[in-house]
């Protein structure tokens, strides 16, 4: 008989439910007044007694217990409300009614009505079997007839969440721009309503919809952490609230203020995954936890390798054609390359960014017998064959808009803001979603195309319906339809992979990696900038999803001059890529590359699957150690961008192995202790100068007996490269 508690169990009795993973226990109760109140998240020792819900104050200001699971406008409610609706009679704010429950299979729902309207919302909560992550979201009806009219919803947020009282929590999140994106910080978090949110229809550079809470001392391997993700990639708003009397909460979902959405009889809105996880030791195991998660729940296809890719945009921009397409393709074969990408520059009338988009067919001067050449001969080198494409946009200079002006987001009475000198097909009218789909399948069934790099470069601006009863939807039903396209290209085409993309990091989420394979991560590709920005990505999501290129030196966006071993050394924390003119590579060059190609795919099952552990030494030193699930295996790269004379550097300690295990460096052939390794720290021996780095593998030495030293070591300091 085992003592572990189902995952999932409501007591009617009492109201309460409780929700159990390995190391997390989540209660909620439903109050008196209908509305279910937050109880506990935090570890599972935590819960041996039941808190009782309680005002933070006792005042006529301050008569709310509990924090609401999803706050409705009314009552005495003066913080963030998650729900904001407004019946036909004027009337605003929903007044809830218990109405029943279900539980089972780690599901459960709570059923809610509104006293005097015809509103019903069921607040949904799902766990999984060896995971700590709480999956949230809600479903709103209107539960009436012609009769009531519609119902405007202003606000509907998936879940809002609750920390325990922190005497003074830490706010960690990120921040960017296009070429630095996924910028980590972590911020005292003000007594005040604190909100991170992209008004631009995409998930945007400049925020991302995570977030994390702690007291201010954890650190990458001690201390407890409150994180949640939002899988949207639209427009979204999380508003963190910290009141004054030390009670700290956050509300979130897709959209951003200003947006209405009209409930019509009989309609249900539902609202992405709003998902938490708890983690007792630290930001590194917060992370492990969601790479975990995305791996098992969200990835179409975890277990597949990503592959080496060669992307021709850096060598050629819009300078395309067959013979140079051609070209680049054979020497990328040459060093290992998996996959050959042909970037922009290669349909319509597409020598610049002013024109051609959306005219998805090849440019005769540059193609004269269409794509299938160029498809053929890379697949002949045994290399898979990728297409850029842009299907949200338009160029006002192509026969598309020409033929379909009406198809673009704009208000006809406004000027219509173009970017990039480009406009963006409103895919919420089913027939725009319909000739996408219709022209993405063609190309990838005349063309034989075997992985997509799906880009939009430009935000949502004079977004509207004129005349529509409606129009706010459009900011959903854009996002949605990108959704059902991927899905239908995928099941339509078995095998086809999708990279997402938006001028670089502009679109990562959980929405959108649950039918992509990869994301771009940044067009920055300098590998000093590179550091930081795949330090964030890698808050949340693992380093299979993560695109990182070796390109030229000097870097095309900083001026940076590099060396090529550095270059690849940081790139290969990720799923990496090939992306410089290699026409111009010294042939000292392309041998170096094809080594250290192949150098990765030996670590590639470690990197893009194995446990991740974030590391930072002295003297500016960082790295990353990817071990595998059984701590058989370990795979370090450890990068030093600068260098100070006179400050030698210190040996870096590899807290994730066994010290009871010894290894052995697969390079050198020399042993170490676990221990020594644990606590006293690897000896890098980085080259002297800037921007040094090396790569370092490790496997754990068997035992006299013929077993592995510990069943659950890490990997001993193996081949330095």
């Known amino acids: 008989m085992s003592d572990t508690p189902p995952a999932v169990s409501f007591d009617p009795a009492r109201g309460l439910a409780v929700l159990a993973t390995p190391r997390s226990r989540y209660a909620l109760r439903i109050g008196a007044d209908g509305s279910p109140r937050h109880l506990y998240w935090g570890a599972p020792e935590g819960f041996t007694e039941l808190p009782a819900p309680h005002s933070p104050a006792d005042s006529s200001f301050e008569s709310e217990a509990a924090a609401d699971e999803l706050a409705p406008q009314s009552g005495a409610r003066f913080g963030p409300a998650g729900l904001q609706v407004q019946f036909a009679d004027g009337v605003r704010g929903a ?64 879940a809002a969440w609750t920390a325990p009282r922190l005497a003074d929590p830490r706010l960690s999140h990120l921040v960017g721009g296009w070429n630095s994106e996924f910028q980590l910080r972590r911020d005292r978090l003000p007594v005040a309503e604190t909100v991170l949110t992209s008004r631009r229809g995409i998930t945007s550079h400049h925020a991302g919809p995570w977030l994390a809470l702690d007291d201010g001392t954890a650190t990458e ?104 397409q051609c070209r680049l393709a054979d020497l990328a074969a040459g060093l290992g390359a998996e996959l050959f990408v042909l970037d922009d520059g290669w349909f319509g009338a597409r020598t610049g960014d002013h024109a051609g988009l959306g005219d998805w067919t090849p ?70 979603e319909a000739w996408v789909h219709n022209t993405l399948d063609g190309l990838v069934t005349d063309n034989a195309v075997d992985w997509l790099k799906w880009d939009a470069n430009r935000p949502f601006t004079e977004a509207g319906r004129v005349g529509d009863p409606d129009p706010d939807r459009l900011w959903t039903d854009h996002t949605r339809a990108v959704y ?67 390109t030229d030196s000097p870097n095309p966006a ?72 059984d701590g058989s295996e370990h795979a370090v790269l450890a990068w030093r961008p600068t260098t100070r004379f006179g400050h030698a550097g210190a040996p870096l300690p590899l807290p994730a192995l066994d010290g009871d295990a010894r290894y052995r460096d697969l390079d050198t052939g020399q042993e170490y202790s676990g221990a020594a390794l644990r606590h006293h720290g690897l000896d890098l021996r980085l080259p002297a100068g800037d921007h040094a780095s090396r790569l370092i593998r490790l496997t754990r030495v068997p035992r006299a007996d013929g077993g592995a030293t510990t069943p659950g070591a890490a990997t001993a300091p193996g081949g330095c490269s």
Do not use: K
Not at 383 to 393: H, I, N, R, S, Y
Not at 614 to 628: E, F, I, K, M, Q
């Open 95 to 158: 007044q809830w009614r218990f109405t029943g429950h279900t539980a089972s299979g780690g599901e459960l729902r709570i059923g809610l009505a509104d006293r005097h309207y015809p509103l019903s919302a069921t607040l949904c909560y799902r766990v999984h079997p060896g995971s700590d992550v709480i999956e949230r979201w809600t479903e709103l009806t209107h539960t009436g007839g012609p009769e009531d009219g519609p119902i405007g919803v202003d606000r509907l947020d998936s």
């Open 221 to 324: 391997e001690h201390g407890e952490v409150w994180s949640t993700a939002l899988a949207w990639s639209g427009s979204w708003r999380i508003t963190v609230h910290r009141d004054p009397v030390g009670r700290t909460t956050w509300t979130g979902g897709s959209g951003h203020e200003g947006l209405r959405r009209i409930l019509r009889p009989g309609e249900t809105l539902d609202t992405p995954v709003f998902a938490g996880l708890y983690s007792p030791a630290g930001f590194g195991a917060a992370s492990r936890g969601w790479h975990d998660h995305i791996r098992a729940r969200v990835l179409p296809e975890p277990d597949r390798d990503r592959p080496v890719l060669y992307n021709s945009w850096e060598a050629t921009g819009f300078e395309v054609d067959q013979a140079a």
């Open 363 to 432: 440019r005769p001067a540059a193609f004269p017998h269409g794509l299938r050449p160029l498809a053929d001969h890379v697949h002949g080198l045994g290399m898979a064959f990728g297409l850029w494409v842009e299907p949200e946009m338009v160029n006002r200079d192509s026969d598309l808009y020409r033929t379909h002006p009406d198809w673009v987001l704009h208000a006809p009475t406004r000027d219509a803001t173009e970017l990039r000198n480009q406009l963006m097909l409103d895919l919420g009218r089913p027939e725009v």
């Open 484 to 550: 059902r396209i991927m899905d239908r290209l995928r099941a339509d085409h078995p095998g086809l992979r999708i990279e997402a993309c938006a001028g670089g990091g502009g679109r990562v989420d959980l929405g959108i990696l649950a039918r992509t394979d990869q994301a771009w991560t940044s067009d920055n590709t300098d590998p000093v900038d590179r550091i930081g920005i795949q330090h964030g990505f890698s808050q949340l999501f693992p380093a299979q999803t993560m695109a990182a290129w070796v």
């Open 558 to 629: 900083t001026g940076r001059a590099t060396p090529l071993r550095f270059r690849f050394h940081v790139a290969m924390a990720g799923a990496l890529g090939l992306g410089g003119d290699l026409t111009r590579w010294s042939a000292e060059e392309l041998t170096e590359a094809a080594e250290l190609v192949a150098r990765y795919q030996q670590i590639r099952p470690l990197i893009q699957r194995g446990h991740q552990h974030r590391l930072a030494g002295p003297g500016g030193v960082t790295a990353v150690h990817h071990a595998a699930h």
